[in-house]
């Protein structure tokens, strides 16, 4: 059973930068493509940006793309957001989520999400 848990959200102010965290485990996830997406309140969620596990090729949404990095630490099975020169419009609970394949297709697994406000 795959399991995501997120970690990182808080409090920033417009400007600043967080950390997001997804540990992965029970399976190896060598084939899978790790992704984040985010919920922001009153709107529909969407994809922020993805990696493939073996590769590490990356994809962004247009509205993160300068500002947010998608990694992954092989060795801890975790796959991190940095989000840098946050705004308002960031703020939305964070999603990880993932799929065993590196094609295109919708994701099967879900984290319970970690919320970020961005608020002076």
């Known amino acids: 059973q795959v399991q995501l848990a997120e970690s990182g959200g808080g409090l920033v102010q417009p400007g600043g930068s967080l950390r997001l965290s997804c540990a992965a485990s029970?399976?190896?996830?060598?084939?899978?493509?790790m992704a984040w997406f985010r919920r922001a309140p009153g709107k529909e969620r969407e994809f922020v940006a993805l990696?493939?596990?073996?590769?590490?090729?990356?994809s962004y949404a247009d509205s993160v793309k300068g500002r947010f990095t998608i990694s992954r630490d092989n060795a801890k099975n975790t796959v991190y957001l940095q989000m840098n020169s946050l705004k308002p419009e960031d703020t939305a609970v964070y999603y990880c989520?993932?799929?065993?394949?590196?094609?295109?297709?919708?994701?099967?697994?879900w984290g319970q999400g970690t919320q970020v406000t961005v608020s002076s």
């Open positions: 989520a993932a799929r065993p394949t590196v094609l295109p297709g919708s994701f099967e697994y």
């Open positions: 029970g399976r190896t996830f060598s084939t899978y493509t």
């Open positions: 990696i493939t596990w073996r590769i590490g090729s990356t």
